[in-house]
């Protein structure tokens, strides 16, 4: 079977900081992958590159057997790779119905009928738990609330690829629960690319995981394999790098 | 909010366009020539409003589009000799095609650099204009003759110079441009402009090219201009730089401000309380621009968000 996403020597610079360094990733179609590593190792960096937010040093970017590597962010979206903010940015002045109708009206492609944005936009919410606050204005949400529409607006893009960056991040541990339900039925019809701190979250979602260490991959396996690393546990105690 | 029902807005502007109507009949000439003068600046604040109210981009250039539209018609009619639909036309069509070139180029700033490139533009056309002075009168500016200024349909001809004519030439310009204005910000595509001024970043994120929006938001806005200042000259009859100068930048920007940014008419609100703050107070005192300043200062402290922006912010949530 051919990776959906792949990356060649990908690289990035920040000054002398090499955030990214010579990063070769395979990712197969209908995975949940699970990116995990210290803070700075290079996750939000990573995946900033496969979505095209910011350019590569070097290297390059495969999607669904295409070099996608010098296409804009928003091309990149419309092939189906969707990213999700590790730091919130949903529309705070705007409703949480405009905020989940701006993707889902992108996606349709019929153009006219009326009623379809409202449709996509409550399916979205509904599966989030978010529908009985449509009229809310996304700033006024709660934090683990913002993140849930964080999702829902790359649900309603209907991804390929979706790039989760932390997204249980100050949910509560009741509101988790309801999370890993809902990834798992996400990743019935996508791929998913999951940055997560939680390793309980990560345990049972994963069917991999990559361990990132100051840019570089240290490690990769299932769960059962990256519990039982060494060389993982002293990254994650900070005894092997910085 | 864009999905609640269409029917109070679009009564809402559909009143405000038969009062408008009615004024016609009842106002004193003074009043009636005044606020036909109002109504085609209001357009011109409204084209600046898409641009700056619902996309965020502040330019201190746009007197270009209006003085663009403001040449192309009238130099038409007094060069060319061309009827007045058709200068109009050419004069849209000036501040379609300089306002997509300008937005091309523009655009590739943002914040204050996009203030400074869009008055820098502004000032090179307001120079070309005085160095054409054989053409278009420099700032002395030239006025359109008055036989000229005639709609004939087949037999029938009205004298755009007669008050109620020019009155509801204006109205009409003003209803069109109201409405679709409306119509723009309440579309799938007003979404996106808003989108793009709340967090451009996040809307690339969601697919969208943030460029191009932009580019049809600038082109947009710089024809609106250009049909209020076509209007203005085929209606008032006069062309000259002063239109094109950077009073003419700025002046857009605070009627909007006034008015309600982002608000569909805020603009008109803004340039009637403007122009009257300035023909009540000169009545008063030669002083009055001082006046019109400290008016301007506690409006700016007390409704930042404008007339209309407040009004939508305290009571009218439906207000678009
Ligand atoms: N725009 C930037 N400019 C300069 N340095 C940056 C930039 N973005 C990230 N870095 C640096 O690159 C390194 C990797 O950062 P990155 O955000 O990718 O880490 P991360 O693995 O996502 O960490 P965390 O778990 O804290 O989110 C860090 O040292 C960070 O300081
Ligand atoms: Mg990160």
Redesign the pocket.
Known sequence: MMPLLTTKGLS?N??G?R??DNVDFALMPGEIRAVI????????????LVSGR?QPSSGMVVFDGADITGLPAYARVRLGVAYTF?ITSVFANLSVYDNVALPVQRTLTDGRSKGAVRTGVMAALERTGLADRTHMLAGQLSYGHQRLLEVAMGLALKPRLLIL??PTQGLADSEIDNFIELVREIAKSATVLL?E?NMPVVMHLADRITV?NA?RILAEGTPEQIRANTEVQDAYLGTTHG | MKDASPAKPYALHLGVIALLFALSFVLPDYHHGLLARIMVLAVFAMGYNMLFGYVGLLSLGHAMFFAAGLYGAGLAVIHLGWSVPAAFAVGILCGAVLSLVIGVLALRTSGVAFMIVTMMFAQVFYLVMLYLASWTGGDQGMVVPQPARVLSFGATSLELTNPTVRYMSALALFSIVLLVTLAIVRSRYGRVLVAIRENEERTKMLGYDTFSNKLAAVVVSGTICAASGAAYALLFGYVGSSFASVQYSILPLLWVLLGGAATTLGPLVGTLFMYYVVDITSGYTSAYLLIVGIALILLVLFFPKGILGTIRHRWLGWLP
């Open positions: 990035r920040f000054g900081l955030a990214v590593g210290p803070n700075g190792a290079g996750k939000t960096t990573f995946v900033s910011i590790q960056d932390e940055i701190h990132f840019g």
